[in-house]
């Protein structure tokens, strides 16, 4: 069978267990459940939320982004684990004793204003177009590679997928659907890895073979280790070596910070710790959320790290002087056809080659690379096939989370509680439909003219969740004094700063997007941070100078953090 | 009025010439209520069974008789009396369904005539086509206490006959038959026909009858009943 | 006489229900114990006797059968019945009227006591058809039930009315004029008061005030009003609750009329608040046993009567709380006062004021404070008496053990905040399962004010924590209305049965649901499904058209649910919420259908409102 055949096959088989997990659910199995009083285990649900967090990003890019720029794409791991934990330790369980569902209802009542409610919705909304439009270009990624489309194409495929399965589809949201996406995600993460590091250092583990040494054919160590080998390929070529950095610091450190804090303002993520009935549940789900992350983010530098040797060694043959193009691996024709590598024969010779400069041949996206992995490796064409149904499975997840905010944002928030409250339910169930439609369509149009890299686009969304709300969330949290006036001129300053600066750079002045221009040496995707001090510091001093919060606001700003009296509030 | 001053003259005279002291005691029971309306008074629904229709030639096979009191049958006083006979039922077996074998624990003739006139005592013996049964039990009388006497009998189907014929019908063929006449009081139709059913017949019809009459007044017996 | 003989008489009984369960002996010494009579159209009535009470077996011919007032209960034809219910209760309160002529055969007492004896078929047979009787009866009764009428039907229209600047005087004069006992005070077209005897002699004479003062300074202002469409039965409850004997009636802010106790008394025959008042009267438990006997006939007689559910549902919990009540104060008696003020709370139904037939009891006890031990021991033996009562008068022990005597529901008000807010900081499934019984709470007996502090507080709890109420919405979604593919109704077996429409999981139970989702989320204090839903529509949180909608589906599914259980009364089917559908007439289906679908389309707004799914 070939690995057109196999995809559909296991692309189906998946669709067909998250459906048969749906109805198996909706008929009344959940209601066993509830007669057993047992609830979801928190193991059960941290696997949702992990399927959750998983986004297409992660999935599908981050590995090509590390692979591609070493040490560097470390960021990304580290800001979003970062923000994970930040989330749920410090921001959840107090969200979650004030009671309310969504971030823009929290901000509300905090704010005692629907005027800091509705910033907090269209902020809410501005992230979850962004977001989603980076799941949006991986989709189209996965459905270019294996129905043989160019990318575009696989887009729109995945945008009518993503829609049906948001919008019409009753899977989304079913705790047990999330656990088979988690397991499929995580089954089709891992297999490849294994595969390769067996093969590569004979070690089971991709986590130790990462830091092992190379073995060869038939089994025996070469005395090399992997980053080393790496290290050189990449000193050889022109690029900066693999376990070295090429951004500043202060860059790091402001992209760190903005996917972190980012993180830990995401509207669809703050949602799942309040499905839990029982705080503590809640923290241990979440716990065991971060231990189904860290399963897959500690593979990706090793993943990366591995596709890239395999890549280099494919692409330039044994000698490092390139392979002829009819001799060329099947994976580089069969990715041509996405028209996501490109091969340019500059100085005639027929032979493909990789490297940094002038002589460089490839145009090689990196969005691929996972994708590709297995391919590289010359693993068998069932493993590809999984691949592509992980991937599926990471975007889905995320998507129909992001969605469901946007349209629920728009149709209850905008809408019914805005501009027509006396909209009847099959109205407002309508516009949230066509809401869903039109992120979709919104996405879509990203996910073809991406502004970068799926991650680097999430990124963005990261960084105007921290330069918005996140400030907003905290302050609501840990400070009496600020008043809704200081609420609102922080988030506006704060989303506006950060997506000028985006906008300015990603879309209007493209080519001046170096580190000379970035203000401080900040780049786009860090920029984030800034807003969010910029935002802290507009609050605090906007709420000087306006008018004192009321006593009730701060009594209740005082019952989140200390619970009063016998209540019970905490975990019983 | 006139009638009833005429049938008691009659009965008065029956009562002088009866000598034996049964059917004297008989009469003079009816004598006394003759005066009564009908529905204060005891009848007795009647039917027998012949073995044909000449009363000097054919016998009685069978009895039945239904009490009427307070205007109701009373089916617990209802009674059904096979009766000896000389040779055999013959062809009228297809008639009446009494084959000889029924006969076989039934009365003498002598035996069923007494103890008729002890259930009919101070009763009104009811009738459809009453002359035909009464003859046969006249010449049982004759033969038992050799007494030719007259009875006062309802004959439902004088009285149907009388009823059309005063609402200016004409008589068709069949149409004072038994079953016939009850269909015209929305009576329901019996398919089995023995002496007991239809006495219980004829009974009813007489009760419909008395409704349908006494819707001009309280039908006396005197009325209704006819010497024969 | 062999059986032969009587053979048509014979074959005709054979072929009754229920003759034909009687062995062939019996129906040959039954024949033989008939009498036959026949009556003519002519005569117009059957005489009953009631001393000499029989069977009527109509042979040939047709009846109707009237009630004193001439009111048809039922038409007869041949094989028909009739005198049954004298035969049963030794009462003739019928009259038989002879449609055509009839050939009827007789049965006397000892031989239909005979037979009921030799056959149960018999007897359950006749006794059915007794049940059916009276409720065909009740049905063209009903009509003019008082309780379930409204108060437009008896109320004084064109009231006495006074300006509000007119004096006393004038208002004693024109009241003496009218002969009436009140006068209502119109400012501006308005209702600003009204003027009874009573405030005449508690407020001008025993105050001495002057006549000649304007009337205001003595009317009662802002008095308590119906609307015309107001059951009867509620404006007594207003009545007695108030111990006020008025009551103005207005119609779009305009007085239309007065209604006044007497006037309700003059036209009270009614079942419903007889019964409260024979409850009232009742001295010890076997007594309430015997009139709680009453209450499923009432029922039945409500549902003929073709009364709304809603108000079925309000008028049987009304029983059913006086029972209680009347069952707190006899055990008192026994007991001594109570150690401290207390409520008697009940939830679920009783609480919704939605009872209907098969209820189990749903209640606790809310305590003012800790009790010592010495309070334990007499809550204890109060309650364990009340449970006991009411489990006799029929409504059965909760399965669940959610009642008064199980001490995890015998609380002391700071006991029963903190549960229910330790149930609405931490959802977890079981207390989204308690939710739907608890929250639908009512204080039957006791100081309204002890239960509005844990009211208060628990609404205070409820109200916007969306955590919460998300929880309570998908837990109320965890049930759909029976609409499959193509809106084809969904069938369930219960049990054993042939499989149905589960009318209260999937119908009634939804809705409320849904009401309490929305009625939490805002803090209303009403508890009733209906009025809750009104409540909402007037705050603006359903949009008017969803809520009426709404509450058409909720009082249309609860009827079709209560017309389904008198059907299976009737019918001596056990007690269930499930409809054959296969019964339906087309019509019927097709509201039912649309019915559901409101159902469904309110779960679709709910679940998008607070789980933010759809």
């Known amino acids: 069978m070939d690995v057109q055949t196999l995809t559909y096959l296991i692309v189906g088989f998946t669709f067909a267990l998250y459906i048969g997990i749906a109805i198996w659910s909706r008929a009344g199995s959940t209601k066993e459940f509830y007669v057993a009083g047992g609830g979801v285990h928190p193991v059960v649900n941290g696997m949702a939320t992990a399927a959750d967090w998983m986004s297409a990003a992660s999935f599908i890019s981050l590995a090509g982004i590390v692979s591609f720029v070493g040490f560097d794409g470390s960021v990304y791991l580290m800001g979003w684990t970062g923000g994970y934990v930040l989330l749920a330790l410090c921001m959840a369980p107090y969200l979650r004793k004030f009671g309310k569902f969504t971030v823009p209802d929290f901000i509300g009542d905090r704010y005692y204003s629907q005027a800091a409610r509705t910033v907090a919705v269209v902020c809410a909304i501005f992230i979850c177009f962004t977001y989603i439009a980076g799941q949006m270009r991986g989709v189209g990624v996965v459905f270019s590679r294996f129905l043989e489309v160019d990318v575009e194409t696989g887009v ?28 499929v995600l995580i089954f089709a993460f891992m297999v490849p890895a294994i595969f390769i590091s067996v093969m590569m250092t004979g070690h089971i583990l991709p986590q130790i073979g990462f830091g092992a040494e190379l073995v060869d054919a038939a089994g025996n160590g070469t005395g090399t280790y992997l980053l080393d080998k ?19 610091t202060i860059d790091v450190f402001f992209i760190t910070g903005a996917l972190m804090f980012g993180t830990a303002g ?75 590598i490109k091969w340019d024969d500059k100085n005639a010779d027929g032979k493909i080659y990789y490297a940094k400069g002038p002589e460089n041949e490839m145009k090689i996206d990196r969005d691929i690379m996972v994708l590709a992995t297995p391919e590289i490796a010359d693993l068998p064409a069932w493993v590809i096939a999984l691949v592509a149904a992980g991937g599926l499975a990471a975007a889905l997840s995320t998507s129909a989370g992001l969605l469901l905010v946007i349209s629920t944002s728009v149709s209850h928030d905008l809408l019914k509680k805005n501009l027509m409250p006396d909209i009847s339910d099959k109205k407002e169930l309508m516009f949230a439909r066509i809401a869903a439609a039109a992120g979709i369509v919104m996405a879509g149009y990203f996910g073809i003219n991406p502004p970068g890299f799926v991650a680097a686009v999430v990124a963005i969304a990261f960084g105007l969740a921290a330069s918005s709300l996140f400030p907003a969330i905290v302050m609501g949290i840990f400070s009496k004094t600020i008043n809704k006036e200081g609420a609102i001129a922080g988030m506006i300053t704060g989303l506006g700063f950060t997506a000028a600066y985006i906008i300015y750079f990603k879309f209007m002045n493209p080519g001046d997007n170096n580190p000379a221009n970035w203000f401080l040496g900040v780049s786009p995707e860090g920029i984030g941070m800034l807003g969010m001090l910029i935002n802290f510091a507009v609050a605090f001093g906007v709420s000087k100078v306006t008018a004192k919060v009321p006593d009730s606001v701060q009594e209740m700003v005082e019952g989140i953090r200390f619970p009063k009296g016998s209540g019970g509030a905490q975990s019983h | ?83 000896k006979i000389d040779g055999s039922v013959g062809q009228s077996a297809t008639i009446h369904g009494i084959l000889d074998h029924h006969l076989e624990d039934a009365v003498s003739i002598e035996e069923a005539i007494e103890w008729l006139l002890e259930q009919t005592q101070g009763k009104f013996i009811v009738a459809h086509h009453a002359p035909l049964d009464i003859r046969f039990l006249q010449v049982q009388f004759q033969k038992i206490y050799n007494e030719n006497v007259k009875l006062p009998v309802i004959d439902t189907l004088m009285i149907e006959r009388n009823r059309l014929l005063k609402q200016h019908e004409t008589l068709q063929d069949g149409a004072l038959r038994l079953g016939a006449s009850r269909a015209r009081y929305n009576l329901p139709v019996y398919n089995a026909h023995n002496a007991l059913i239809d006495a219980l017949a004829c009974g009813e019809l007489l009760l419909a009858q008395i409704q349908a009459i006494s819707t001009q007044g309280q039908v006396k017996i005197a009325d209704i009943a006819k010497l024969t | 006489m062999d059986a032969s003989e009587l053979q048509p008489v014979l074959d005709f009984l054979k072929s009754l229900v229920p003759f034909d369960d009687l062995s062939e002996q019996t129906l040959l010494q039954c024949c033989k114990r008939l009498t036959i009579g026949y009556y003519g159209k002519a005569q117009g009535y059957v005489p009953l006797d009631a001393d000499n009470p029989q069977l009527y077996i109509v042979r040939s011919g047709a009846f109707e059968v009237t009630d004193p007032d001439g009111e048809l209960i039922d038409r007869l034809g041949e094989g028909d019945y009739f005198g049954f219910p004298s035969l049963l209760s030794g009462e003739v309160n019928t009259r038989v009227h002879i449609l055509e002529d009839a050939l009827v055969y007789h049965l006397d007492l000892e031989s239909f006591d005979d037979l009921r004896k030799e056959s149960r078929l018999f007897d359950r047979f006749f ?213 401290m003020p207390f409520c008697w709370l009940s939830f679920g139904s009783q609480g919704r004021q939605d009872q209907a037939a098969c209820s189990d009891q749903d209640n606790g006890l809310l305590l003012a404070h800790e009790p010592d031990e010495h309070a334990k021991a007499y809550f204890e033996a109060l309650t364990k008496a009340v449970c006991a009562g009411l489990n006799e008068c029929g409504y059965v022990y909760c399965p669940g053990d959610i009642m008064a005597q199980n001490p995890q529901w015998c609380m002391s008000l700071e006991k029963w905040q903190g549960v229910f807010e330790q149930w609405v900081m931490s959802p977890q499934p079981k207390a989204l399962m308690h939710a739907s019984i608890f929250f639908d709470m009512r204080s039957v007996y006791g100081p309204i004010s002890l239960f509005d502090a844990l009211q208060d507080r628990v609404l205070a709890n409820t109200k916007g924590n969306d955590i919460f109420l998300a929880g309570l919405a998908g837990n109320a979604l965890s049930e759909a209305p029976p609409l499959g593919f193509f809106r084809k109704f969904v069938l369930e077996r219960d049990g054993s049965e042939v499989k149905g429409i589960d009318l209260k999981h999937r119908g009634s139970a939804l809705i409320n649901d849904i009401a309490r989702v929305y009625s939490l989320f805002a803090g209303i204090k009403e508890v009733n499904t209906a009025k809750r839903i009104r409540v909402l529509m007037e705050m603006n949180i359903i949009n008017r058209k969803d809520a009426l909608n709404l509450a058409d589906a909720h009082e249309f599914i609860g009827h079709m649910r209560l017309a389904n259980q008198g ?46 799914t759809f």
Request: hydrophobic share 40%; proline share 4%; aromatic share 6%.
């Open chain 1, 156 to 183: 729109y495929i995945g945008m009518a997928v993503v829609f049906f399965y948001a919008v019409l589809g009753g899977m989304k949201g079913i705790t047990y659907t999330q656990v088979a996406q988690y397991c």
């Open chain 1, 230 to 248: 790496l290290d050189g390929l990449s000193n050889e070529l022109g690029f900066a070596q693999y376990t070295e950095g090429s951004k500043s």
């Open chain 1, 266 to 340: 995401l509207p669809h993520v703050i949602v799942r710790f309040f499905t839990v009935p029982k705080v503590k549940d809640s923290r241990s789900s979440a716990g065991w959320a971060l231990v189904f992350i860290a399963i897959m983010y500690t593979t990706i530098p090793a993943l990366a790290a591995f596709s890239r040797v395999n890549m280099i060694e494919t692409i330039n043959g044994p000698d490092s002087t390139g392979v002829a193009y009819e001799t060329a691996p099947q994976w580089i024709k069969n990715w041509e056809k996405t028209g996501l």
């Open chain 2, 1 to 83: 009025m006139l009638a009833s001053f005429w049938l008691k003259m009659r009965l008065r005279k029956q009562l002088l010439k009866c000598k034996h002291v049964t059917l004297q005691r008989y009469l003079e029971a009816l004598n006394r209520v003759l005066n009564l309306n009908v529905n204060d008074v005891e009848l007795v629904a009647l039917d027998l069974e012949m073995t044909g229709l000449d009363p000097q030639v054919d016998q009685i096979l069978s009895i039945g008789i239904v009490p009427i009191s307070h205007g109701q049958l009373q089916m617990q006083q209802a009674e059904h009396k096979l009766i």
């Open chain 3, 127 to 339: 006794n059915r058809a007794y049940a059916k009787r009276m409720r065909h009866q009740g049905r063209f009764k009903a009509k003019e039930l008082t309780t379930t009428s409204r108060i437009r039907t008896l109320m004084s229209s064109s009231p006495l009315t006074i300006d509000m600047q007119s004096t006393i005087l004038q208002a004693a004069q024109l009241m003496r004029q009218a002969r009436v006992s009140s006068v209502l005070v119109i400012d501006n077209h308005k209702l600003a008061g009204i003027l009874t005897d009573r405030d005449l002699r508690n407020r001008v004479l025993a105050e001495g005030l002057d006549g000649a003062l304007p009337v205001h300074q003595a009317m009662t202002t802002t008095p308590i009003t119906v609307h015309p469409n107001t059951i009867v039965f509620e404006a007594m409850l207003l009545m007695s609750e108030h111990s006020i004997h008025h009551l103005p009636v207005v119609e779009e802010d305009k007085a239309v009329g007065v209604i006044t106790s007497t006037d309700i008394l003059r036209g009270q025959s009614s079942q419903p608040l007889l019964l409260i008042g024979e409850i009232e009267r009742q001295k010890d438990l076997p007594s309430l046993i015997n009139v709680s006997k009453q209450i499923p006939l009432l029922l039945q007689n409500l549902i003929s009567a073709d009364a709304r559910a809603e108000e079925i549902g309000r008028i049987l919990t009304s029983v059913t709380d006086a029972l209680t009540r009347r069952l707190i104060h006899l055990n008192q008696q026994v007991l001594g006062e109570a150690p």
């Open chain 3, 567 to 612: 059907h299976q009364f009737t019918h001596d089917q056990a007690c269930t919420n499930y409809l054959l559908p296969q019964n339906l007439s087309s019509l019927v289906r097709h509201q039912l259908r649309d019915a559901f679908k409101v159902v469904h389309d309110a779960q679709s707004g709910m679940k998008l409102k607070f789980t933010r």
